[in-house]
């Protein structure tokens, strides 16, 4: 039986350098001011406060997988990649250019000795213009050849206010909810799923709980009976407790991990370790006890000691 450590991370605007040869000109010059600043020299040290987190997770021995969104392309997240020291780790990228206005897209980080990374989809999740995409990679377990689906959110935000975007969200939630129900059609009903991302909703609010059918009740989920796909929403156990995933103002569980039907079955190939969900929080990434944010050099609270304004969230499953 092995163990395999699963992460998700908003690492919070990694973007090219601002003159970035790479960059589409409408992208170039819709950033400029904003990316004032940051140079070669500020993305290199972005870089090395993630990794510095990274490194650090599962008692040093780095994930598995790490879902991450708010990254600019494929070129930095590598850039991020080369500042792992894990002994060991063969880390690939999975990543999908998305349509969002701020150009920023969700991937994942993979072990390549571990899982091999097989086919992505991604849906748009449009508003007047394209927003981030919703992003699937069915992995395979290397060691087995077991399937492992994780799909990638980072649903609309609050600009503009929650209520008034929160239609937005509600469109991401069905988009999620309708594709797991076609995963078992492509893939089989014993198929596992993982969905993990930053929602910009906590997880009593309806896109997750009456959209994404995201519950916090195990036994619904685990149940044959019900034909809807269900999910069991682990970050539950977050509330009431001063903690969270993001902090603006007081703590939100934006980010969340959830599984499928087939993860909280006895009898499936990979299986939910009970009570592994938990926000990764060591003491060096919190300042005034809030995430230390690196933010970005034209703004006020730029702090190159820091890391991103959301913490990442962890879950185990063991394989048979």
Known sequence: MTEHYIAWWNVENLFDRVNS??????????????LKGWTA????????????????????????????????????????VGKLTIAGRDYGVKHHDTSDARGIDVAFIYDRNVFEAGDLFDRVI??????????QVNFKSVGSGNDLILIGNHWPSRLGGRFESEPYRILAAETL??????????????APVIVMGDFNDDAFDRSVTDYALAVRDKSKVASKRSKKPYLYNLSWGLYGEDRGTHYYNHWGV???????????????????????????????????KKPRRFSRPAKKDFDEEGYSDHLPVVVKVKET
Do not use: H
């Not at 797991?180 to 059609?185: K, M, V």
């Open 254 to 288: 934006l980010d969340q991990i959830m599984v499928n039907r087939p993860l909280v079955r006895t009898d499936a190939k990979f299986r939910l370790i009970d009570g592994s969900f938990d926000t990764f929080a060591p003491d060096f990434i919190f300042k005034n």
């Open 21 to 34: 040869p790479t960059r589409p000109a409408w992208l170039q010059k819709k950033l400029q001011s904003e």
């Open 126 to 135: 449009l508003k007047r213009n394209a927003t981030r995409d919703l992003v």
């Open 177 to 190: 909810s309708y594709w797991l129900d076609r995963i078992p059609e492509k893939m089989g009903f014993e």
């Open 41 to 80: 020299a500020v993305l290199n040290k972005k870089c090395s406060q993630l990794a510095q987190v990274i490194n650090a997770m599962n008692d040093g021995n780095g994930p598995d997988i790490l879902g991450v969104c708010e990254v600019e392309s494929e070129a930095v997240l590598q850039k991020l």
